[in-house]
């Protein structure tokens, strides 16, 4: 740490190069540090939309960001305090983002001319006044990386590969970060190649030394570690907190989970993090497709177990026939939509909320869903567990909605005591005696499961119409109406589990109704307008369908109500259905998730209406 260190309360970093520069590696690892430390951190991964970009060009920048902080946070930040641009097309997607006077560390290597003209641009940035206004260091990233790991005798693109690390070190040293973490992971991955290993510690290394002989830096940068709940707190992604809580859920159950999916982004990492639960009760199946992965699902429920299927938005359109078998079949079927950009194949590695609407309706017939969506990525584990339940106990298909930006983004997450998960208890019907497939529940409407195999349990299934009580084929026009009236019942007696609306901020004047992933922005662009002076509360819904029992209630008490959604307004909607409130959409569907500024903007431009 240099003498002219200074202590700041939070920062935000971001890391941007070409897709193949490893800008999600050293993110991650900035992450994991940072983690150690015991700063809260929230982070947003975004990847090209374009998956295999040429190099170089404006499309294939990846880029990494991180805001950390000795306070509570809630999202990655709006403006970036430093942007770390690996070459031409990284500085120039990605300058806008920087706040004025901030540190920009370009890789002036980067910038040659075939590196402009992929950038499409006609002069040198490095050259006109373009980082005028920002704290700009120049360093020859890729020329330094070579010169540290010249000794190991690597190919120049091996050396280059490495390029990653030194600006990693750099960044290590400006803000007070230690090597040692990312040095131990080095080790555990590269101990079979140890030419891999030296060469990467080396340029780990080259580049913290670099940032403290060289004299381009004012300062270095203290954050004080968070005051945290005391407990066990582990960095977590929100695709791999809903894949343990799906293994937590599996053994509260003491029963089979079974993953069925096809690989889509940004939902493949689930099935990457439960392949290794064996133990813990989970069956994985990479299916040859969308429809087979949620009729495998599907099977595995009427065969005893839990059928959960994963995917995005195209695949949630093609699973949507066989969710409607489970509907009419009434059995347990959890489904996994982490949203992306669309429609079609849209923008496959960017975030959206547009897909509530298909889950809500997206079905032939009368097909209603249990639908429930997290609201950050360690929020993710509670809200599996819960859609387990609301599956077994209630005997009908769940929707958790996630999104890109929850499933890529990471942030600490307190490890529960197991005992203190809820109790999930499967309604399974093993005495012949007067036994009915579709006799009902008096509480919750939900059908008895009955395992095949299991003596005098012998009953139809399939997606024709069945009677209620003998489930029989039935084309009675009564029949069919009573049925699909108690299917959307079932939905609703969910409400039982739904604990009360928690309302944050004042219980008068604007409130602002979310849901998802758009939480934390909306969080503190409320609290933003309460320190103004403005009345502004906010609820957040996790339970989309059934809606809880006190919305109404809570939507009355205020004169205006405004919902910040990254669609056309799909939420405000089914507000404006169910209560005739005049709900007014706040919208974004730019493929990135809200800034607290945005959220803020609108809050007061809503009070002055």
Not at 68 to 73: C, E, N, Q
Not at 303 to 331: F, Y
Not at 543 to 551: E, F, V, W
């Amino acid at each position: 740490m240099s003498d002219s260190t200074q202590t700041a309360t939070n920062v935000v970093i971001r890391f941007a190069g070409d897709s193949g520069d490893g800008m999600q590696l050293v993110g991650g690892q900035f992450t994991r540090t940072t983690a150690l430390l015991g700063n809260d951190l929230a982070t947003l991964p975004d990847f090209p939309a374009e998956i295999r970009a040429p190099a170089g060009t404006r499309e294939g920048v990846s880029g990494f960001q991180i805001h950390f902080a000795d306070h509570d946070i809630f999202t990655p930040g709006d403006e970036t305090d430093a942007l770390v641009a690996m070459n031409a097309a990284a500085l120039v997607t990605n300058l806008a983002r920087l706040r004025p006077g901030g540190l920009v560390i370009v890789n002036s290597d980067g910038f040659g001319s075939g590196d402009l003209s992929k950038a499409r641009l006609d002069h040198n940035p490095l050259e006109d006044d373009t980082l005028a206004g920002y704290r700009a260091v120049h360093a020859p990233i890729t020329t330094l990386t070579r010169n540290a790991v010249e000794h190991l005798g690597l190919s120049t693109k091996e050396a280059d590969r490495c390029k990653n690390f030194f600006a990693l070190g750099m960044v290590y040293w400006i803000y007070g970060r230690p090597l040692k973490p990312t040095e131990d992971w080095l080790t555990a991955k590269f101990s079979k190649k140890p030419e891999i290993l030296d060469a990467n510690l080396s340029a780990l290394r080259a580049g913290r030394n670099y940032s403290q002989t060289i004299e381009l830096f004012q300062a270095t940068y203290e954050v004080p570690k968070a005051d945290f709940r005391k407990g066990r707190y582990r960095n977590i992604t929100g695709n791999s907190a809903l894949a343990i809580g799906l293994a937590a859920a599996a053994q509260k159950t003491g029963q089979t989970l079974f993953y069925g999916s096809y690989p889509i982004t940004p939902a493949s990492d689930i099935l990457h993090a439960l392949a290794p639960f064996k133990q813990y009760g989970v069956a994985t199946f990479q299916a040859e497709d969308e429809i087979a992965a949620v009729c495998a699902a599907i099977g595995a429920s009427y065969g005893g177990s839990i059928g959960v299927t994963g995917t995005s938005g195209p695949g949630v359109a093609l699973k949507g026939e066989a969710i409607g078998l489970a509907v009419m079949a009434e059995l347990p079927l959890v489904v996994i939509c982490v949203q992306r950009g669309g429609p079609s194949t849209g923008l496959p590695t960017k975030t959206e909320q547009a897909d509530l609407l298909q889950a809500l309706y997206g079905r032939n017939g009368e097909a209603p869903c249990a639908v429930i969506a997290p609201r950050s990525p360690s929020d993710c584990f509670a809200t599996a567990i819960e859609a387990v339940k609301f599956a077994v106990e209630g005997m009908l298909p769940v929707f958790i909605m996630s999104d890109g930006y929850i499933g890529n983004g990471a942030e600490p997450w307190p490890v529960p005591d197991v005992a203190s998960l809820p109790d999930i208890t499967p309604g399974f019907r093993t005495d012949p005696e007067g036994f009915l497939p579709y006799e009902r529940d008096p509480e919750t409407l939900s059908r008895p499961w009955a395992v095949p195999g299991t003596p005098g349990m012998e009953h139809r299934i399939g997606g024709l119409e069945k009677q209620d009580g003998t489930g029989n084929v039935s084309y009675d026009p009564l029949n069919h109406e009573h049925m699909c009236r108690v299917r959307a019942e079932k939905v609703q007696r969910l409400q039982r589990f739904i604990p009360p609306i928690e309302v944050h901020g004042d219980a008068e004047g604007t409130l602002v109704v979310g849901w998802g992933g758009t939480w934390g922005a909306i969080r503190s662009g409320v609290d933003v307008c309460r320190r103004e002076g403005l009345k502004v509360g906010q609820i957040h819904l996790r339970h989309l369908n059934p809606l809880p029992a006190d919305l109404g209630d809570i939507l009355a008490r205020y004169d205006r109500v405004l919902v910040p959604e990254l669609n056309l307004g799909q939420l405000s909607k089914v507000l404006r259905d169910a209560y005739l409130v005049d709900a007014h959409s706040f919208c974004k569907i730019q493929g990135q998730p809200f800034l607290t500024r945005e959220i803020a903007d609108a809050i007061r431009q809503e009070a002055t209406r």
